[in-house]
Nanobody, 124 residues
Framework: QVQLVESGGEVVQAGGSLRLACTVS????????MAWFRQGASKERDFVAAISGSGQTTGYKNGLKGRFTIARDNAKNTLYLLMTSLEPEDTAVYYCAARAALVMSNKPNDYRYWGQGTQVTVSS
């Protein structure tokens, strides 16, 4: 049973930075393709970024690369999302997700395992 637990969400002022973490248990992180999604006011779960099991391949939602960085520490079984220059539009619940696959996907339905989410609020 794969379990994902996010942490790091909080209230931050616009222009600030946050680092989210997702701790994975039940399976080696290196076996999993990992991603971050977010769900804001639109209520749709939107793709943010993904990273391959080795960490060598990453992908980002258009417009986020440069402000957001996805990374993983397989030795610690932990996924990270570093967010900089935060904007009020980044306010959302951020979810980490995992799939046992070798191919990246930006579709929520392709991910089997999900965390409970962590709230990020960016104040103007």
């Amino acid at each position: 049973q794969v379990q994902l637990v996010e942490s790091g969400g909080e209230v931050v002022q616009a222009g600030g930075s946050l680092r989210l973490a997702c701790t994975v248990s039940g399976r080696p992180l290196s076996d999993l393709y990992m991603a971050w999604f977010r769900q804001g006011a639109s209520k749709e779960r939107d793709f943010v970024a993904a990273i391959s099991g080795s960490g060598q391949t990453t992908g980002y939602k258009n417009g986020l690369k440069g402000r957001f960085t996805i990374a993983r520490d397989n030795a610690k079984n932990t996924l990270y999302l570093l967010m900089t220059s935060l904007e009020p539009e980044d306010t959302a619940v951020y979810y980490c997700a995992a799939r046992a696959a070798l191919v990246m996907s930006n579709k929520p339905n392709d991910y089997r395992y999900w965390g409970q989410g962590t709230q990020v609020t960016v104040s103007s």
